[in-house]
């Protein structure tokens, strides 16, 4: 199961992050998402977990928690949704 994390220290690497989950079970994956001209974190990452019931529990016990002095929020992760992404100017535009 792939648990959002929201609310990260922007200095908590892909290792804490996978630290502060082990405790309730086995973590198949710790990312921290960074941008990708910077390399700096963008507050937020995902663990994905072995078993649905150790990820609930992990869920449960970290929303809330302090990590590197920052309130988490863990989430059951949404599937990423192909679609426009906005914000650039497109061919169609004109001035």
Do not use: C, W
């Amino acid at each position: 199961m792939k648990l959002y994390v929201g609310n990260l220290s922007y200095d908590v690497t892909d290792e804490d992050l996978k630290r502060a989950f082990e405790a309730h079970g086995q973590v198949e994956s710790a990312v921290t998402i960074k941008d990708n001209y910077s390399g700096k974190s963008k507050g937020f990452g995902f663990v994905e977990m072995a078993s649905s019931d150790e990820a609930k529990a992990a869920m449960e016990s970290l929303n809330g928690s302090d990590l590197m002095g920052r309130s988490l929020k863990v989430n059951e992760a949404r599937p990423r949704t192909d679609g426009p992404r906005g914000g650039g100017r497109g061919p169609d535009r004109r001035f």
